[in-house]
Every structure is written in structure tokens, then in C-alpha cells.
Nanobody, 126 residues
Framework: QVQLVESGGGLVQTGDSHRLSCVASGLAFSSYTMGWFRQAPGKEREFVAAVKWSHDETYYGDSVLGRFTISRDNAKNTVTLEMYSLRPGDTAIYYC???????????????????WGQGTQVTVSS
């Protein structure tokens, strides 16, 4: 059974740094592209970041580029999202996702991901 479990959500202040983690089980982790998405109230689910299974290729949404960093530890089946310079617009439920599909630009599209975590709330106060 595949499970993705996020942790690290909470209440932070504008300008703070914070870290989210996602631990995967039940899949060949190193063969999967891992992604982070977020969804704010009344908004569409938004691509945040992704890291491919090889060559340590990373991708970021325009709204977080330069502020967030995604990384993975294949030995620990873990993907991490480090967030810096947080602002109220970052407030959302953050979801971890995984796909074994061969992806190009589609890795920024939620529908191509096979597995999802339960989400963790990040709230940035102003």
C-alpha cells in the first residue's frame, strides 16, 4: 500500500523560514518524480516544486522560485520542501505527490500524479 505522509505544517510569520517533509512508503521511491502542490481557499491547486528521480533535476512554480527549495533523500524515502521569506500568499494546504510517469512540462500538472498525501496546513500571518 502506497502512503505519502506530510509533516511540518503550522503557523508562521511573514519572513520566516519553515520546512515540510514527506515520507513515502510502499513504492520504489527512487524511481518516482516527487512534487509539492498547494491549495489556498477558493483557489486552484497550484504547482510548487518537483524533483525528478535522476540527475537531481528540480522545478519550481513561478510564485516560489528563489524562495523554496525541494530536495530528496532516496535512502530515507523522504522529500523535503524548505521555505524561506514566507509571506501571507503562501498560506495553503501543502500536498506531497508522486508519479512514475515520464514527464516533461506535465510534472507541473496535478492530474498526472498517481499518489497524494493528506496535506498539511501552512499559515503565514501578516
Amino acid at each position: 500500500q502506497v502512503q505519502l505522509v506530510e509533516s511540518g505544517g503550522g503557523l508562521v510569520q511573514t519572513g520566516d523560514s519553515h520546512r515540510l517533509s514527506c515520507v513515502a512508503s510502499g513504492l520504489a521511491f527512487s524511481s518516482y518524480t516527487m512534487g509539492w502542490f498547494r491549495q489556498a481557499p477558493g483557489k486552484e491547486r497550484e504547482f510548487v516544486a518537483a524533483v525528478k528521480w535522476s540527475h537531481d533535476e528540480t522545478y519550481y512554480g513561478d510564485s516560489v522560485l528563489g524562495r523554496f527549495t525541494i530536495s530528496r533523500d532516496n535512502a530515507k524515502n523522504t522529500v523535503t520542501l524548505e521555505m524561506y521569506s514566507l509571506r501571507p500568499g503562501d498560506t495553503a494546504i501543502y500536498y506531497c505527490a508522486a508519479t512514475d510517469s515520464l514527464l516533461g512540462p506535465a510534472l507541473k500538472t496535478a492530474r498526472v500524479y498517481d499518489y497524494w498525501g493528506q496535506g498539511t496546513q501552512v499559515t503565514v500571518s501578516s
